[in-house]
């Protein structure tokens, strides 16, 4: 028997610091997952984001009625995004009990992340819940759940993100045909190379 749904979370991934790269010849590559009561998502890749990688990744659950306290806990992650597997930098859990009451969580603080409870840097979350019916601490949604809209942030612009972050296309939107397409891999990015060392632009 399905569960009643009683509200949506929607929750940004905005960022994350102090994360371990392995790498000194270059910077890593990054993304995040959120899990809630068996779900996961993830963001896009930060392409070389580093430690420090920015992501401002909207991702939404359904809430259900009746759930115990284990499915109130929001999990996430950093992985490094490796060529045979991904590399886990960071873990942690966050309750989301308060924020399904006041129906938003204002993350004046980053949520820590560990490996077997070795620090391993922080993550950035904004959350906002939108209860299904007239509520005593959440937001109403209108009708159509499409049109929810995530609450402004409460940080300045200036301190949300340092930069635009560099997010690569999710392998599940590139159409099947072109991934076995040589150009798609490399010739675009070679030509343009080649193209601008002829230009004196390198």
């Not at 990054?30 to 392409?47: I, Q, Y």
Request: hydrophobic residues 30%; glycine residues 8%.
């Amino acid at each position: 028997m399905s569960k009643e749904q009683i509200g949506t979370l929607v929750v940004v991934v905005l960022k994350a610091k102090n994360l371990n790269d392995k790498h000194s010849l270059y910077k890593q590559d990054v993304f995040a997952t959120v899990s809630l009561h068996g779900t996961e998502k993830r963001t896009p890749v930060d392409v070389k984001g580093g430690q420090h990688p920015e992501w401002d990744a909207e991702v939404r659950f359904p809430v259900c009625k009746d759930e115990g306290s284990k499915e109130r806990k929001l999990e996430v992650a950093c992985f490094a995004k490796e060529p045979r597997s991904d590399e886990l930098l960071g873990k942690g859990v966050v309750d989301i009990a308060e924020t399904l009451k006041t129906g938003e969580f204002d993350g004046k603080y980053w949520v820590p992340l560990d490996i077997n409870g070795v620090v391993r840097g922080d993550i950035y979350l904004e959350m906002t819940y939108f209860s299904a019916s007239p509520p005593v601490g959440g937001l109403k949604p209108p009708t159509n759940t499409f049109t929810l809209q995530r609450r402004p942030s409460k940080l300045s612009p200036s301190d949300r993100l340092s930069r635009p972050p560099t997010l690569a296309p999710s392998i599940n939107s590139i159409p099947e045909e072109r991934l076995h397409q040589s150009e798609f891999h490399a010739r675009p990015y070679t030509q343009g190379i080649i193209s601008h060392l002829l230009r004196g632009q390198y």
